[in-house]
């Protein structure tokens, strides 16, 4: 069967051997036979192209969104640091 390995933004279309609720084993690039688990920091493995693009596309968008909390926490951060440099 084939299954589509997303890392990071790059989606690949694989031949699946075998999968369980955690681990798929696979066919790689160079014919060999590989386990990985379904789902780790940099990969997971979908049923569907179109569930791997989501799952990109959400990706980015909690980065977005936690680097935007950043930005917004060090605005802060440097406009009390100004103020306290004023006071001093």
Request: with cysteine; proline share 0%.
């Amino acid at each position: 069967m084939k299954m589509y390995r997303r890392c990071f933004d790059n989606i690949k279309e694989l031949e699946v051997i075998k999968t369980t609720d955690k681990m798929v084993t696979f066919i790689n690039s160079v014919g060999r036979e590989m386990k990985e688990l379904k789902e780790s920091n940099f990969v997971t493995w979908h049923e569907t192209k179109e569930e791997a693009h989501d799952k990109i596309i959400s990706d980015i968008k909690d980065k977005i969104e936690h680097l935007s909390k950043q930005i917004e926490y060090n605005k802060k951060m440097l406009e009390k640091a100004i103020a306290n440099k004023n006071t001093q």
